[in-house]
């Protein structure tokens, strides 16, 4: 689920400029592969691009609402400190009773959240979850500092995830280096009813872009070992949709043909927890992805975290 409103960059540059900030369609297209994004309008919240796109989840299971007992929202941008994005989701939905929690792991966060998912149901806590990522990125952008501002849009994704006889997630790889805390980070908190420190985005791109290249091959590589298949086994690659050069990286060292890899970044920009669910979404609806297709999701952001789920669709 997209917010009507799309920015090209050109729009986006000539906003800029007006800030006396200089960039371009050229250079935000050759660094990243970004062409626009959508920004959600003042009042949206990102409950409100997590309900609407739980709605459209749950149509596409054929599911109710009050049929799901479990509701994880992974955000970076809740509606308030508390409570939980889920929870206001959850009376959106007009539903009661389920459990209801936000997951914060940054742009890893629908990886994270599917892992949580998978292994209550496995366990028996939970029969059937709603899995959202959800995100008002534009909320938290420094429209002074051009080397973020153009990379992030707004958006949100959902899908419906119940046991079944047929797998289904056939393995998950979580992992998190807190030691990179500082290189993606907005440092801002409240206290004392103000806003203490810098509530924007801050970010060193060189450090994020080397690292992420290497963990996502490696947890590919990981949930690949763990579920007894290979490389050729991936009909489609979905990572994280932050910039097209990491992303075919990833796909080349996993020696895909670059048509296995779903792209969205080139019209939603980068949307954090949303990216992959909205780049399935996208997948899905136009008939690219079938029935029985094997799928490597793939994130990795702030944390810094990162992690995959192979599983078949
Ligand atoms: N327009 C024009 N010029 C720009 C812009 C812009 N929007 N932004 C930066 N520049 C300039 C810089 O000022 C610099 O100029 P200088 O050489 O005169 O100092 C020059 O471009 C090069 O800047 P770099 O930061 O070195 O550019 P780089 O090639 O590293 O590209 C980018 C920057 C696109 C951010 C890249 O580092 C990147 O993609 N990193 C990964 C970011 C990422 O994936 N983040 C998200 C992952 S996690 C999550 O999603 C939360």
Known sequence: MLPPRRVTNAELAAELAGRGIETSDEWIVARTGIHARHFAAPDVCASDLAAQAARHALEAAGRRADEIDLIIVATSTPDMVFPSTACIVQQKLGVQGSAAFDLQAVCSG??????????MIRSGAATRALVIGAEVFSRILDFNDRGTCVLFGDGAGAVVLEASEVPGILATDLHADGRHVDILCVPGTVSGGKVIGDPLLKMDGQAVFKLAVGVLESAARTVLAKAGRHDADIDWLIPHQANIRIMQGTARKLKLPL??????????????????????????????????DTLMLEGVGGGFTWGAVLLDF
């Open 110 to 119: 629908f990886v994270y959240g599917l892992t949580v998912a998978d292994s």
């Open 259 to 292: 048509e296995k890899l779903v792209v969205t970044v080139d019209e939603h920009g980068n949307t954090s927890a949303a990216s992959i669910p909205l780049a399935l979404d996208t997948a899905v609806r136009s008939g690219r992805i079938r029935a029985g």
